[in-house]
């Protein structure tokens, strides 16, 4: 029967090719580790450099600047829907990232939002909001800024940090709970747990898990200090 399938196709490949007018999706005879995936995207970022960089805290170093990527990913949503978003991350973990998101989309792990958090939206007095992009539930990594409730540099401010789905893995010390109205249910679709495939690939990766931390819980993050 599958031979049969891929016979028909095959033929419709070909007589697509002899008329012009038709196409064919090539989701209708692709090899993909996951079939259940067609080639019609939501686009929730499409962002050029400048777009990316636009609004960037300017005590920012160039140094910094410069060693930031943007990377191109598409990841499961809540719509049961395949989405296309992008990510500002130091030039050093992008195969990481990728290897992440492809294990994300595999299993089918819901994600919000992939949107660099220059977008309009995430942004007050015209600068890069944390707190906008986490109460918009939107996943993200680059930005320039301090840790929370520290007076240090985040390892987000050097592009070796994501938060992943802040609305299901909030930031919990004592009785602040970021972000606001956010509640960490193990098992709510978008949570992370220790013995997720995401977080076991992160660990794999090297890099650390804030649901891990001993004196707060940081579910959403994940960071990875540079090579000494």
């Not at 829907?81 to 500002?88: A, D, E, T």
């Not at 409730?149 to 401010?157: D, E, F, I, P, V």
């Not at 997720?196 to 990875?224: A, C, M």
């Amino acid at each position: 029967m599958i031979k049969f399938i891929r016979s028909v196709c095959l033929l419709l490949l070909l007589f697509s090719a002899a008329m012009p007018g038709i196409t064919i999706s090539k989701a209708a005879y692709a090899e993909t580790p996951c079939p259940w995936i067609s080639e019609s995207l939501i686009i929730d970022s499409n962002m050029t450099e400048k777009e990316a960089f636009d609004g960037l805290d300017p005590k920012c170093p160039e140094e910094i600047r410069k060693q930031q990527r943007i990377v191109t990913v598409k990841y499961y949503s809540f719509d049961k829907k395949i989405h296309q978003g992008q990510l500002l991350i130091d030039g050093e973990l992008e195969n990481d990232i990728r290897t992440v998101f492809e294990v994300a989309l595999k299993e089918r792990f819901p994600i919000c939002s992939v949107i660099p958090i220059s977008d309009k939206r995430f942004r007050k007095d015209d600068r890069w909001s944390d707190d906008l992009s986490m109460e918009a539930n939107n996943t993200s990594a680059f930005n320039y800024r301090l840790s929370t409730g520290n007076t240090q540099l985040s390892k987000h401010a050097y592009g070796r940090a994501i938060d992943i789905n802040p609305f299901q893995n909030p930031y919990v010390k004592g009785s602040v709970v970021l972000p606001k109205g956010a509640k960490y249910d193990p098992t709510s679709e978008g949570a992370m747990t220790a013995d997720h495939p995401i977080v076991r690939s992160f660990l794999r990766l090297g890099w650390e898990w804030g649901g891990n931390w001993t004196t707060l819980k940081d579910y959403q993050h994940f960071e990875k200090s540079p090579k000494n």
